[in-house]
Protein backbone atom coordinates (compact mmCIF):
# COMPACT_ATOMS: atom_id res chain seq x y z
CA UNK A 1 0.00 0.00 0.00
CA UNK A 2 1.16 3.34 -1.46
CA UNK A 3 1.15 5.84 1.73
CA UNK A 4 -0.12 9.39 0.58
CA UNK A 5 2.41 11.53 1.16
CA UNK A 6 1.00 14.75 -1.43
CA UNK A 7 1.47 18.15 0.39
CA UNK A 8 -1.51 19.30 2.61
CA UNK A 9 -2.95 23.11 1.71
CA UNK A 10 -1.27 25.44 3.48
CA UNK A 11 -3.69 28.03 5.33
CA UNK A 12 -2.17 31.71 4.28
CA UNK A 13 0.04 33.67 6.73
CA UNK A 14 -1.46 36.88 7.67
CA UNK A 15 -0.38 39.50 10.25
CA UNK A 16 -1.27 38.91 13.57
CA UNK A 17 -1.02 42.73 14.48
CA UNK A 18 -3.13 43.68 11.53
CA UNK A 19 -6.02 41.12 12.40
CA UNK A 20 -5.88 42.49 16.13
CA UNK A 21 -6.36 46.06 14.96
CA UNK A 22 -9.59 44.71 13.12
CA UNK A 23 -10.74 42.85 16.92
CA UNK A 24 -10.29 46.60 18.39
CA UNK A 25 -12.10 48.25 15.54
CA UNK A 26 -15.05 45.59 15.55
CA UNK A 27 -15.12 46.21 19.45
CA UNK A 28 -15.73 49.84 18.95
CA UNK A 29 -18.39 49.28 16.68
CA UNK A 30 -20.08 46.83 18.63
CA UNK A 31 -19.72 49.04 21.21
CA UNK A 32 -22.13 51.70 19.52
CA UNK A 33 -20.76 54.07 21.16
CA UNK A 34 -17.40 55.57 22.96
CA UNK A 35 -15.29 53.30 25.17
CA UNK A 36 -13.20 54.17 27.92
CA UNK A 37 -9.37 52.81 27.48
CA UNK A 38 -9.80 50.64 30.57
CA UNK A 39 -13.35 49.17 28.88
CA UNK A 40 -12.08 48.31 25.84
CA UNK A 41 -8.87 46.67 26.75
CA UNK A 42 -11.64 44.62 29.31
CA UNK A 43 -13.97 43.88 26.21
CA UNK A 44 -10.85 42.56 24.02
CA UNK A 45 -9.10 40.97 27.30
CA UNK A 46 -5.93 42.72 26.23
CA UNK A 47 -3.43 45.02 28.78
CA UNK A 48 -4.37 48.58 28.61
CA UNK A 49 -0.81 49.42 27.80
CA UNK A 50 -0.98 46.49 24.44
CA UNK A 51 -3.72 48.71 23.60
CA UNK A 52 -2.70 51.77 23.74
CA UNK A 53 0.11 51.69 20.83
CA UNK A 54 -2.80 50.43 18.37
CA UNK A 55 -5.39 53.23 19.23
CA UNK A 56 -2.24 56.09 18.65
CA UNK A 57 -1.31 54.55 15.32
CA UNK A 58 -5.40 54.40 14.46
CA UNK A 59 -5.76 58.05 15.61
CA UNK A 60 -3.31 59.18 13.38
CA UNK A 61 -4.92 57.54 10.14
CA UNK A 62 -8.27 59.13 12.04
CA UNK A 63 -9.31 55.83 11.93
CA UNK A 64 -10.15 56.17 15.88
CA UNK A 65 -11.00 59.67 17.50
CA UNK A 66 -11.23 60.72 21.57
CA UNK A 67 -13.84 62.63 22.67
CA UNK A 68 -13.57 65.40 24.80
CA UNK A 69 -13.37 63.54 27.61
CA UNK A 70 -10.85 60.91 26.69
CA UNK A 71 -13.39 57.96 25.54
CA UNK A 72 -12.67 56.13 22.36
CA UNK A 73 -14.87 55.91 19.00
CA UNK A 74 -14.41 55.39 14.79
CA UNK A 75 -12.80 57.89 13.48
CA UNK A 76 -14.13 60.22 10.07
CA UNK A 77 -11.90 57.44 8.21
CA UNK A 78 -14.01 54.63 9.27
CA UNK A 79 -16.91 56.36 8.04
CA UNK A 80 -15.67 57.25 4.49
CA UNK A 81 -15.07 53.78 4.24
CA UNK A 82 -18.49 52.35 5.48
CA UNK A 83 -20.03 55.03 3.04
CA UNK A 84 -17.54 53.26 0.09
CA UNK A 85 -18.95 49.78 1.24
CA UNK A 86 -22.11 50.89 1.34
CA UNK A 87 -22.45 52.52 -1.81
CA UNK A 88 -21.46 48.96 -3.63
CA UNK A 89 -23.82 46.91 -1.84
CA UNK A 90 -26.56 44.54 -3.36
CA UNK A 91 -28.28 42.58 -0.89
CA UNK A 92 -30.06 40.93 -3.52
CA UNK A 93 -27.07 40.25 -5.91
CA UNK A 94 -25.21 39.18 -2.56
CA UNK A 95 -27.90 36.59 -2.14
CA UNK A 96 -28.07 35.45 -5.52
CA UNK A 97 -24.03 35.27 -5.22
CA UNK A 98 -24.09 32.60 -2.50
CA UNK A 99 -27.44 30.91 -3.02
CA UNK A 100 -26.36 28.30 -5.48
CA UNK A 101 -23.93 26.94 -2.77
CA UNK A 102 -26.86 26.73 0.07
CA UNK A 103 -29.46 24.83 -2.00
CA UNK A 104 -26.67 22.05 -3.17
CA UNK A 105 -25.47 21.45 0.45
CA UNK A 106 -29.24 21.08 1.22
CA UNK A 107 -31.14 19.44 -1.70
CA UNK A 108 -33.38 21.79 -1.20
CA UNK A 109 -35.74 24.15 -3.20
CA UNK A 110 -34.93 28.27 -1.91
CA UNK A 111 -36.65 31.21 -2.31
CA UNK A 112 -35.40 34.92 -1.99
CA UNK A 113 -38.72 37.09 -2.00
CA UNK A 114 -38.95 41.00 -0.71
CA UNK A 115 -41.98 42.66 0.38
CA UNK A 116 -43.64 43.94 -2.75
CA UNK A 117 -47.01 45.89 -3.68
CA UNK A 118 -49.12 42.63 -2.85
CA UNK A 119 -46.92 41.76 0.00
CA UNK A 120 -44.23 38.45 0.07
CA UNK A 121 -43.23 38.39 -3.54
CA UNK A 122 -40.96 35.80 -4.86
CA UNK A 123 -37.76 37.36 -6.71
CA UNK A 124 -35.67 34.27 -7.23
CA UNK A 125 -35.95 30.73 -6.91
CA UNK A 126 -33.46 27.61 -6.90
CA UNK A 127 -35.11 24.43 -7.90
CA UNK A 128 -33.84 21.23 -6.26
CA UNK A 129 -33.92 17.69 -6.64
CA UNK A 130 -36.57 16.84 -4.10
CA UNK A 131 -39.23 18.24 -6.35
CA UNK A 132 -42.64 19.52 -4.54
CA UNK A 133 -45.53 19.90 -5.39
CA UNK A 134 -46.75 23.63 -5.16
CA UNK A 135 -47.34 27.19 -6.89
CA UNK A 136 -44.50 28.35 -5.70
CA UNK A 137 -42.95 30.58 -9.03
CA UNK A 138 -40.64 33.30 -9.90
CA UNK A 139 -42.79 36.56 -9.35
CA UNK A 140 -45.37 34.96 -7.31
CA UNK A 141 -46.68 35.57 -3.91
CA UNK A 142 -47.18 34.30 0.03
CA UNK A 143 -49.98 34.68 2.13
CA UNK A 144 -48.62 36.83 5.17
CA UNK A 145 -50.44 34.90 8.04
CA UNK A 146 -50.19 31.22 6.48
CA UNK A 147 -46.69 30.85 5.41
CA UNK A 148 -43.04 30.88 6.80
CA UNK A 149 -41.79 34.06 4.57
CA UNK A 150 -44.97 35.95 4.70
CA UNK A 151 -44.42 35.51 9.04
CA UNK A 152 -41.28 36.44 9.16
CA UNK A 153 -41.67 39.62 6.95
CA UNK A 154 -44.93 40.33 9.60
CA UNK A 155 -42.42 39.80 12.60
CA UNK A 156 -39.73 42.19 11.18
CA UNK A 157 -41.05 44.69 8.80
CA UNK A 158 -42.80 47.95 10.30
CA UNK A 159 -46.57 47.22 11.42
CA UNK A 160 -48.05 49.89 9.15
CA UNK A 161 -46.44 48.44 5.86
CA UNK A 162 -47.91 44.61 6.92
CA UNK A 163 -50.82 45.20 8.52
CA UNK A 164 -53.06 46.02 5.78
CA UNK A 165 -52.47 43.38 4.03
CA UNK A 166 -52.65 41.06 7.27
CA UNK A 167 -56.03 42.25 8.07
CA UNK A 168 -57.48 41.59 4.39
CA UNK A 169 -56.15 38.30 4.93
CA UNK A 170 -57.55 37.32 7.77
CA UNK A 171 -60.90 39.30 7.61
CA UNK A 172 -61.31 37.32 3.63
CA UNK A 173 -61.34 40.16 1.61
CA UNK A 174 -58.34 38.39 -0.53
CA UNK A 175 -58.34 35.40 -2.42
CA UNK A 176 -56.12 32.61 -0.96
CA UNK A 177 -53.81 30.94 -2.38
CA UNK A 178 -54.19 27.88 -0.78
CA UNK A 179 -57.33 25.13 0.99
CA UNK A 180 -56.20 25.92 3.90
CA UNK A 181 -58.57 26.17 7.70
CA UNK A 182 -59.35 30.12 8.79
CA UNK A 183 -56.37 31.31 10.43
CA UNK A 184 -57.11 32.46 14.23
CA UNK A 185 -55.80 36.38 14.76
CA UNK A 186 -54.74 35.42 18.33
CA UNK A 187 -53.14 32.40 17.06
CA UNK A 188 -51.39 34.58 14.26
CA UNK A 189 -50.31 37.16 16.67
CA UNK A 190 -48.87 35.06 19.07
CA UNK A 191 -46.58 33.15 16.70
CA UNK A 192 -45.30 36.23 14.62
CA UNK A 193 -44.61 37.57 18.12
CA UNK A 194 -42.22 33.97 19.06
CA UNK A 195 -40.92 34.04 15.66
CA UNK A 196 -39.41 37.81 16.34
CA UNK A 197 -37.54 36.76 19.40
CA UNK A 198 -36.17 33.48 17.34
CA UNK A 199 -35.65 35.10 14.16
CA UNK A 200 -37.37 32.62 11.96
CA UNK A 201 -40.38 30.89 11.33
CA UNK A 202 -41.15 27.54 10.39
CA UNK A 203 -44.36 25.52 8.81
CA UNK A 204 -45.27 21.92 9.04
CA UNK A 205 -47.29 20.72 6.28
CA UNK A 206 -48.96 24.37 6.09
CA UNK A 207 -49.79 25.42 4.08
CA UNK A 208 -49.71 23.15 1.38
CA UNK A 209 -50.74 19.22 2.61
CA UNK A 210 -46.80 17.36 2.35
CA UNK A 211 -44.66 20.43 2.40
CA UNK A 212 -42.92 22.28 4.54
CA UNK A 213 -40.58 25.51 4.87
CA UNK A 214 -37.77 27.08 7.33
CA UNK A 215 -37.87 31.18 6.61
CA UNK A 216 -35.33 33.97 8.27
CA UNK A 217 -34.72 37.79 7.28
CA UNK A 218 -31.57 39.31 5.89
CA UNK A 219 -30.83 42.58 7.52
CA UNK A 220 -29.22 45.67 6.31
CA UNK A 221 -27.32 48.35 8.19
CA UNK A 222 -30.26 49.89 9.61
CA UNK A 223 -31.39 46.48 10.67
CA UNK A 224 -34.13 46.83 7.78
CA UNK A 225 -35.29 43.27 6.53
CA UNK A 226 -34.34 43.55 2.62
CA UNK A 227 -35.58 39.34 1.80
CA UNK A 228 -36.34 36.53 3.22
CA UNK A 229 -34.64 33.54 2.77
CA UNK A 230 -36.89 30.37 2.31
CA UNK A 231 -35.99 26.56 2.42
CA UNK A 232 -38.61 24.60 1.06
CA UNK A 233 -39.20 20.31 0.73
CA UNK A 234 -40.99 17.29 0.98
CA UNK A 235 -42.01 17.17 4.79
CA UNK A 236 -40.63 13.66 4.98
CA UNK A 237 -37.33 15.09 3.29
CA UNK A 238 -36.72 18.73 4.83
CA UNK A 239 -35.81 18.71 8.56
CA UNK A 240 -37.31 21.47 10.66
CA UNK A 241 -36.53 20.21 13.75
CA UNK A 242 -35.14 23.18 15.77
CA UNK A 243 -31.78 21.54 16.01
CA UNK A 244 -32.03 20.07 12.90
CA UNK A 245 -28.73 21.09 10.51
CA UNK A 246 -31.20 22.74 7.89
CA UNK A 247 -32.50 26.02 10.41
CA UNK A 248 -28.96 26.24 11.43
CA UNK A 249 -27.20 25.93 7.64
CA UNK A 250 -30.18 28.96 6.63
CA UNK A 251 -29.60 30.95 9.89
CA UNK A 252 -25.78 30.96 9.02
CA UNK A 253 -26.40 31.67 5.60
CA UNK A 254 -28.80 34.51 6.57
CA UNK A 255 -26.78 35.94 9.86
CA UNK A 256 -23.65 35.97 7.64
CA UNK A 257 -25.27 37.68 4.68
CA UNK A 258 -26.80 40.52 7.11
CA UNK A 259 -23.41 41.10 8.79
CA UNK A 260 -21.80 41.69 5.54
CA UNK A 261 -24.73 44.15 4.70
CA UNK A 262 -23.25 46.09 7.77
CA UNK A 263 -25.82 44.89 10.06
CA UNK A 264 -24.90 44.62 13.66
CA UNK A 265 -27.03 42.24 15.49
CA UNK A 266 -25.68 42.93 19.10
CA UNK A 267 -26.56 46.45 18.18
Known amino acids: MTKDVSPKPRTPRGVQSIETGG ?5 LAQAGGSLKLRDLAEKL ?12 SFRNISMVEQTETGQYQLGPFALH ?3 TRLNNQNA ?9 ALAEDLGLMVTVSVWGLHGPTIVYLQES ?4 HSNVTLGGGYMVTATATGKVFA ?3 PAQQTEPMIRAELEGRVAQLYAIPEVSENAFRAEVSTIRQKGY ?19 DHTGTVQLVVTLIGPSNFIDVSETGSSLAQLRRFTGDLSHDLGHIASA
Open 129 to 132: EARI
Open 23 to 27: AILMA
Open 45 to 56: DMAAAQLHPYLV
Open 201 to 219: AITRDLPIPGVSAIAAPVF
Open 92 to 100: YRETIRRLP
Open 81 to 83: LGL
Open 155 to 157: AFM
